[in-house]
């Protein structure tokens, strides 16, 4: 009787060391599981954000500015800024970019989209880098001549026919007068791009260039400041995607919708900076994985 009370106590003792190891085992799970659910969750809302607001930052059709790009590409072609193999073979244009760039049709309007950003910024790199502007005889690149060749903008065009910097700052492609020359000063002063910390001021990368002729071209149509940031806007979201997609998520957080925002802040330092974009992508935290945008190279 005794060894048999004494059997029933360790069935019993067996019994329940195993179930507390299965309970041990199984409890963090459930609570694991648990707490992943909100995470997921809060996943799906965030990915359902950014599906909404990738149609008003960066659009299936994208957006045509009010400027055309009239006979700049022949111009350039015929300087020599752009040697027409070389930018064939780099940038692959359609029948209709390759027409922009003969200059037949004056009249096609400038356009930004996924699929042409690449085609927008090189051309655009083109202008800015061979357009006479105040940036080149007044900004930080006039104080640093003898290295002017060993920036991006311009070491990094290799598209000419010959160096680049013997195209800088030597043709006037664009018609400007005094008054809008500092008008173009004044506005690329507050406009930055988040691959490095300056503005287009400083156009040392083709994005910085690219948005200086862009602003020249505004500025020579007489177009109103705000039209001008909310359009360099619209070319910066297509260069640059991610950043101003999580500009937009910002900016949605504190309930401004993204056609709402000033343009002219969200494109200065403390968000289109590469210091800016990073503090805001702390704030807000990471994307769903989204494309990056193009490189500063040709």
Known sequence: MKLKKEMTLVVALLGMLILGIALGINVPKIIQADQNQPVAKQNQTQQAQITN?????????????????GDLGRKLVNAGVIDEQKFNQAVQPTDEEKQILSGDHVDFPVTINSQNAQFDVDLLWAIGLAQKS????????????PHLSEYASTGGW????????QYLNKF???????????????????????????SSWFPDCNHGMA?????????????????????????NSFWFP???LTSAL????QGTFWDKVDAK??????????????????????????????SCGA
């Open 211 to 235: 948005a200086l002729a862009a602003i020249e071209m505004m500025v020579s149509n007489n177009l109103s400041d705000d039209v001008i940031y909310r359009n360099i806007l619209k070319l």
């Open 265 to 294: 802040t969200v494109l200065g330092k403390n968000f289109s900076s590469s210091t800016g974009a990073s503090r805001l992508q702390s704030i807000v935290g990471p994307l769903p994985s989204q494309n990056n945008g193009g």
């Open 158 to 165: 290799i598209l000419a026919q010959g160096s680049a910097t």
């Open 134 to 145: 105040m940036v080149y005889d007044q900004g930080p690149m006039a104080e640093d001549k």
């Open 172 to 198: 006037d492609l664009i018609p400007l007068t005094v008054d809008q020359q500092i008008r173009v000063k004044d506005i690329a002063m507050n406009i930055y791009r988040p691959c490095c910390d300056n």
């Open 53 to 69: 607001l990738s149609n008003s930052v960066l659009p299936q059709d994208g957006f045509i500015l009010p400027v055309s790009w």
């Open 242 to 244: 991610q950043n101003y």
């Open 250 to 253: 910002y900016y949605n957080r």
